[in-house]
């Protein structure tokens, strides 16, 4: 019993903290829910529309506060205390999966109701998501934090697994309605554990006496990052994937409707087969935590997702669609998790938030365009062309950033990335 319990304890640190098991708790609740609205969501959507270019639409309402106001977000996360933040931005979304649930519920829900919460889900995301990255170094330490992130990506793709999986079952059983009304309960471990956190006071308080001009703040975080090669070429990877090839919120759901002639469960499962992915390209970084993160993990996750996204445009079998986004899901996990954890191990302590902040805008600020992109292609030339057109996109994109890497190496030195 106490060899399994040490063997657990080196493979995952982070949990050997107080704090940050209480914020993973709740997010284990949570994530179940999010993941439930987003198939909801999508599927309430098609329902309404029968269109992917407005399925596109609602996706871009949702990340466009993320496009303008993610910089600005990130100066915000490094003067007040997360905790706080935090605690507003939970119960806010709380409120909305509320306010979407009625009236699904009602049957009064239309799609300019849905375009309104989208809008005020992203601004609150806004807030919340470099408020919440920066936040795990504060739970664990700089010496624990790969392992942190690993296991809230964990978290989130397990999530991933069940969310869509119980969407799936209970559209098909009770209605839409069921998934948005589980998702505002299921913050309320989100809320408990976030409130009983105990941050030492001296880190908030020097939050609190760093109050600046948000413009000067944001100003100064740009020229941080363009200063560091190691987090410039991380973001700028990171900027094209996101705007070519993570549109699955797109591709998936049309896919699943038009090419696989599949219901809201069988949709449901394939998101489940892309999390069992991400779940186990989680696990993976976590328990390799101790080494740091490696570059060509980094790389190797955008090369691959972006390969196997235009093998997916040639599927018309099922069980091969679920095999390809379940690798899709390991790919994608392992270089999301590598680029948030190299960023914030080579962020200074003051500007973290800002770095992050420009990293929630290239991760999700950059949706919206890429959204209509997805949904623009797909509605005219196809979903198959669509995923095709990105994949080819993508993989172009990392052979380019691959090769301005090595120029800067080879004319300044091993800079860049370590």
């Known amino acids: 019993m106490h060899t399994i319990q040490y063997r657990l304890q080196r493979a995952f640190p982070a949990l050997s903290h107080r704090n940050f098991r209480l914020f993973w708790t709740g997010q284990c609740i949570s994530l179940i829910g999010t993941w439930m609205q987003n198939i909801g969501q999508d599927w309430l959507v098609l329902q309404l529309t029968h269109s992917p270019f407005k399925l596109g639409v609602v996706s871009a309402i949702q990340f466009a506060p993320m496009m303008f106001f993610a910089l600005f977000a990130g100066a915000i ?19 909305l999966a509320a306010v979407l649930a009625t009236l699904t ?58 969310g869509p ?5 209970l559209i098909g059983l009770v209605g839409i309605a069921a998934c948005f009304y589980l998702n505002a309960l299921s913050f309320v471990a989100v809320l408990f554990g976030i409130w009983l956190i105990d941050v030492r006071p001296s880190v908030a308080s020097a939050r609190r006496q760093s109050f600046r001009d948000i413009l000067e703040d944001t100003r100064a975080g740009l020229r941080y990052i363009l ?42 499962l394939l998101m489940t087969a892309m999390g069992v992915g991400s779940l186990g390209g ?4 976590a328990t390799r935590s101790r080494s740091g993160p490696n570059p060509r993990v980094l790389g190797g ?45 080579n962020s200074d302590d003051s500007m973290r938030g ?6 929630s805008l290239v991760f999700g600020g950059v949706t919206p365009i890429g959204s209509l992109l997805a949904g623009k292609v797909a509605e005219n030339a196809g979903i198959s062309m669509g995923m095709l057109f990105c994949g080819a996109v993508g993989v172009l994109s990392c052979l380019l950033v691959y090769l301005g890497y090595r120029q800067r190496v080879s004319r300044r030195g091993p800079a860049a990335w370590g």
């Open 354 to 359: 800002r770095v992050m902040g420009l990293y």
């Open 165 to 169: 999986a119980v969407a799936g079952f």
């Open 105 to 162: 519920y009602l049957k009064v829900i239309q799609y300019w109701h849905v375009l309104i919460l989208a809008g005020f889900l992203g601004a609150v995301n806004t807030i919340d998501m470099p408020t919440r990255q920066s936040f795990f170094v504060e739970l664990v330490g700089k010496e624990d934090l790969m392992n942190a992130i690993a296991l809230n990506s964990t978290i989130f793709n397990l999530a991933r697994i069940v």
């Open 227 to 268: 200063t560091e090669p190691k987090l410039y070429w991380t973001l700028l990877l990171l900027a094209l994937i996101s705007l070519f090839v993570i549109n699955f919120n797109i591709f998936v759901p049309l896919f699943a409707k038009e090419n696989l002639k599949q219901a809201a469960l069988g949709y449901g």
């Open 282 to 285: 989680a696990l993976t970084l």
């Open 77 to 95: 996360a490094d003067r007040l205390p997360k905790r706080k933040v935090l605690m507003a931005t939970q119960f806010s979304l709380m409120i």
């Open 301 to 345: 996750g955008a090369a691959g997702m972006s390969v196997l996204l235009i093998l997916l445009g040639f599927v018309n079998r099922y069980w091969l669609a679920a095999l390809i986004l379940l690798l899709i899901g390991y790919c994608m996990i392992s270089f999301t998790a590598s680029a948030n954890t190299l960023l914030q191990l």
